[in-house]
């Protein structure tokens, strides 16, 4: 203690104070906010891995680069974890079929097996969001009327209050959710596909993730309780419904009324 | 009250009679209906959408009233604690909260619902198409100006009522609304903000819009429009209803039906109709699913959020008005001696400015055209737009006008479910608001006139037939049929002004503005196509229809066929 009070009048004093603030602060802050990274999955085999690489060097390597760092043509897939390859080759929107505004939904290109080991692989550069288990996707007691609610303030700008999807600047678009698994959806939350922010577990919790996916649940079985819904498009849909059919039909009874006399 | 004119007291006989005649002889019904059951009304389908607007003004006014039995105006919180599921506990205005108790608590409501808001959209569309006929058909010339003046507020009143109706349930949706007519009443300068504070009775939203807006959605707006309406039948009796030319029918006469009874039956069923018509649409349709949009909330705007489509132009200029153009900036900070005020005109001008041209030449094109053709006799005779080819060619320019504006409402979704650029569709919708008018008013005049150089032709040299005949000297010529005298005097029998050229005042000196008439004069009528004199129809005819039948013999021939 004493060589340190010694020193403590040292020109650099005040700057090795700082540095070690910084550290400690630095320091409860990764620790605490590794809990909000969702936790690795670990259940990967090594066999996994090896085989989901040759994987990504035959179908990914061309954009995201060998050893996932990422080229001109597609970012880097270090720490996105193993739920954003789950997601985007899942559901068929990775291999990207060409570069354009979005990444589209098409046919999933690879068996489940194979993207389990593109997964293993690409979670294995880094930490990143694991795909959701058991735990996760259980829905028992979650509140559907406080995930509507969140589901408007976070997600209804894009993706409309129904879920029925909206256009984004320059060709991108958010996609209706109708049919969207709830891995997906809890998914898509934590990797922020596409044009879509990430909702972490700071920015929403998990059981609050898990309220959304029940309220899309529940707004999907319901169906429209005042009969067929348009689109859910909102006004115009209506709109126009009441031009081309209402009108239509109104039409087509003034002239049969006033046929009669002539 | 003719019955006791005779001197002797007329004594019914029977009970409903006696009571029948206490009636009249008290009120003077019989005189009523005697003058306005002998009413005539011409019939032509195009006639109708007047009476579709009135009927569902009369539906619009049942359900509403249904619909104030178990709505709360007021903006007290509460938590919901109805049927809805996915809102139950949230905490929300009484408004919205009865909006969804009558949507699923109250039997029926959610039919009654739907019927007023698909009503509503109907009645705004009927009014709507309503005013065009009459644009395009010409009614609106003396002595119908007035009328149509009143037409044209009853239309800002019918979109008045339908957007604080629209506001009423304190969703998602409507406050959205709300939250852009406040975005618009604070861009005028000044006193922008200070109206907005009145109106919302402080900062936006307050406690106080949803009740205000009440008042106004069920007093005071349905009033006015019921006591224009009235005015509106008033003034159509007075001036008799207008019809098409046709045999028989003079500036002085009306051919048709009278009231009585055949349009009273026609009319009754009719309304029947337009009710089954609305109640099988509210039925199979939903509208306004206000449990999707949840409570308001200033701070979420859902995706896909527009007006009702009345107000969708509005909200469409708003969409394509660009901030900058440029480097030039539209939101202007002008320093005052009192503080430096900002002046949006990114906002004003196109939430001001389309409806104020569009409202402006619609209200003052009777006198507009009465000006260019200085003809200011009485005309109780339709046209038929394509005999007013620089008028429907300027009608059809508002239309697309007001079309481009309407599309960009729904930009987002054009956008979307035609995989183009949310961008590229504002970019093309910006440059068709300006040459879409032109091309729509050059198109439609053309094909006007097209129309009419067709009839001419018709009435000169009948109808192609499409039996084609070979003649014993070996020519091959298809049949014309000569139209019939009926036909004949549709094509023939209608108003053609020709180009007024400046007149000199009594002083021989032309003014500037004679010169400018003069002007619009060319603009409307230098391009014309006359109709068919009767020389013109006696020469066709004699001349054997320029050489087509040769002789009495290959007529024969023809005829044979």
Known sequence: MKALSQRRRHPLAAVALLLMGLLLTGGIYAVASNANQAKAQTTFSAGDIEEGEKLFVANCATCHGIGAVGTADGPSLIGVGAAAVDFQVGTGRMPLQMQGPQALQKPVQFTGEQIQQMSAYVASLGAGPA???EEELDLEGADPAAGGELFRVNCAMCHNAAAAGGALTRGKFAPSLEGVSDK???????????????????????????????????????????????????????????WVAGLGVIIAFTVWLTSRSS | MSSSAAGQQYQPKTSVGRITNFVDTRVGGSAIVKEF???????????????????????????????????????????YDGSYVPLRGIEMSMAYASSLDISFDIRGGLFMRQVHHWSALLFVAAVSVHMLRVFFTGAFRRPRELNWVIGGVLLILAMAAGFTGYSLPDDLLSGNGLRIIDGVVKSIPVVGTYISFFLFGGEFPGTVIIPRLYVLHILLIPALILLLIGIHLFLVVVHKHTQFPGPGRTNDNVVGFPVGPVYAAKAGGFFFIVFGIIAAISAAFTINPIWNYGPYDPSPVSAGTQPDWYIGWVDGALRLMPGVLGNFPFEWNIPFPWGTNTLSLNVLLPALVPAGIVFMLLFAWPWIEAWVTKDRREKHLLDRPRNAPTRTGIGVAGVVFYCVMWAAASSDLIATHFMVSLNDVTYWLRALLFIGPVVGFIAARRIALALQRKDREIVLHGRETGRIVRLPHGEFIEVHEPVDEYKRYKLVSFDSPEVLSAQPDVNGHVPKTEKRRAWASRFFFEDRVAPVTPAELEQAHSHGHHGEVASEHDKAAISSH
């Open chain 1, 184 to 242: 997906e959806i809890y998914e898509a939350m934590v990797t922020g596909p596409q044009n879509m922010p990430v909702f972490n577990d700071a920015n929403i919790t998990p059981e609050g993730k898990q309220d959304i996916i029940a309220f899309l649940n529940i707004i999907e079985e319901q169906g429209s309780p005042g009969g067929a819904d348009l689109g859910s498009l909102g006004p115009v849909s209506e709109g126009l419904f009441i």
């Open chain 2, 37 to 79: 059951g002998r009413k005539i009304f011409p019939d032509h389908w195009t006639f109708m959408f007047g009476e579709v607007a009135l009927y569902s003004f009369v539906i619009l006014l049942l359900s509403g009233t249904f619909l104030t039995f178990f709505f709360d105006p007021s903006m007290a919180e509460t938590h």
């Open chain 1, 131 to 133: 795909i959701p288990g």
